[in-house]
């Protein structure tokens, strides 16, 4: 029987979500919309033939007939939002950033495991195919050992939001490029080379439409297995289209994703090997491993995961439990830029109430 879903959030980002339900009703029906602006609701209930709609969640956790909630809200809305659905019996699917702070997730975590229910992150790009192959490939030891890598996350904010969007208040979504952007790779380095150690961090505000947040950010970061990774992020590139540059240098294999202008969905983990002539070592494709994932859309893939989750009890890729180390990892990095470029511990923030 396919999960009933509750969708709390119709706004941009429920565009990449709403797929998942037209194309898969077997496995997830979508049941219910919620949204504080009526014709953003109104529209998808319209989409989706649903007899009516509603603007208030409190009401909509307490009347909506649904099994589970999709979460799509701004960020400071997670935590509460996400309680209230895990306190009336509703397993989650919450967009990233799973919240703004480690204190929040910790007793999230604590909540879905209390009342036995799945909590999972939207943190689509571990549900990229060939991330997953990568992953198989770095644990295999085929690329042999990471030593360094370098990020990016790239975005002019202006070219998607105008202020006053709360994207760029920082007490609404949790501070400004590195937990609304680069949370993407972070997660996904945590996702194929583990958990973070330490972080030095520097940041700056140069755009005065953020309000307490960063809008350039460089951070580096020594991983547990070793790696030393630097991070790029800007909110303010004056020219560049969005771009998520990811490098992976290790003892046997370079690891590249270039991806084309509005194409970082799509972009391919490269390969190049250290072995054969320096002429002959080129760049190849990392390809899917066959059944692993439904789909090529991460979003459709991460949804469907969750209901399969839901259905059987395990837990999640992303589950909530798992992205406490994301949390902790951009946590650790504010940290650091609060205090002018000191590193900062994960452990620290990790043994925080």
């Not at 969708?7 to 949204?35: F, K, M, Q, T």
């Not at 799509?72 to 809305?77: A, C, F, G, N, V």
């Not at 939001?161 to 007490?171: M, S, V």
């Not at 949790?174 to 972070?186: D, E, M, Q, T």
């Amino acid at each position: 029987m396919a999960l009933s879903v509750g969708l709390v959030g119709a706004g941009n980002i429920s565009r990449a979500h709403l797929p998942a339900y037209r194309s898969h009703p077997e496995v997830v029906r979508l049941a219910a919309v919620c949204d504080q602006v009526p014709a953003r609701a109104a529209e998808v209930a319209a989409a989706f033939g649903l007899p009516r709609y509603w603007t208030d969640v409190d009401a909509f956790l307490r009347e909506a007939e649904v099994e589970a909630v999709d979460v799509l809200l701004p960020h400071r809305l997670h935590y509460p939002v996400v309680k209230a659905a895990l306190e009336a019996g509703k397993h989650v699917l919450v967009e990233k950033p799973f919240v703004t702070r480690v204190a929040e997730a910790r007793e999230l975590v604590a909540l879905a495991a209390q009342r036995g229910l799945t909590l999972m992150v939207a943190q689509m790009q571990r549900y990229h195919a060939r991330y997953v192959a990568l992953r198989r490939l770095l644990a295999e030891g085929a690329l042999g050992a990471v030593r360094h890598g370098r990020v990016d996350a790239i975005q002019n904010l202006h070219d998607y939001a105008e202020p006053p969007h709360w994207l760029y208040d920082g007490a609404q979504a949790g501070g400004g490029g590195v937990i609304s952007v680069a949370v993407h790779r972070l997660d996904l380095l945590r996702y194929l080379i583990g958990d973070a150690r330490r972080v030095v961090a520097w940041g700056r505000t140069v755009d005065p439409a953020f309000r307490a947040a960063e809008d350039y950010c460089v951070a580096l970061i020594e991983f547990e297995c070793g790696a030393l990774v630097d991070l790029f992020s800007t909110y303010s590139a004056a020219a560049l289209p969005y771009g998520e540059m990811f490098w992976l240098f290790a003892d046997r294999a370079v690891v590249h994703t270039l991806p084309a202008e509005g194409e970082y969905l799509r972009a391919v983990p490269r390969i190049a090997y250290r072995e054969g002539t320096k002429s002959g070592r080129r760049f190849v494709d990392v390809e899917p491993v066959p059944g692993v994932l439904p789909t090529e859309d991460p979003f459709v893939n991460e949804i469907l995961h969750w209901a399969e989750c839901v259905r059987t009890g395990r837990e999640p890729w992303s589950s909530g439990r798992n992205n406490l180390g994301t949390i902790a990892l951009v946590e650790a990095i504010y940290r650091s830029l609060a205090r002018g470029g000191e590193p900062v511990s994960l452990a620290e923030v990790l043994a925080d109430p």
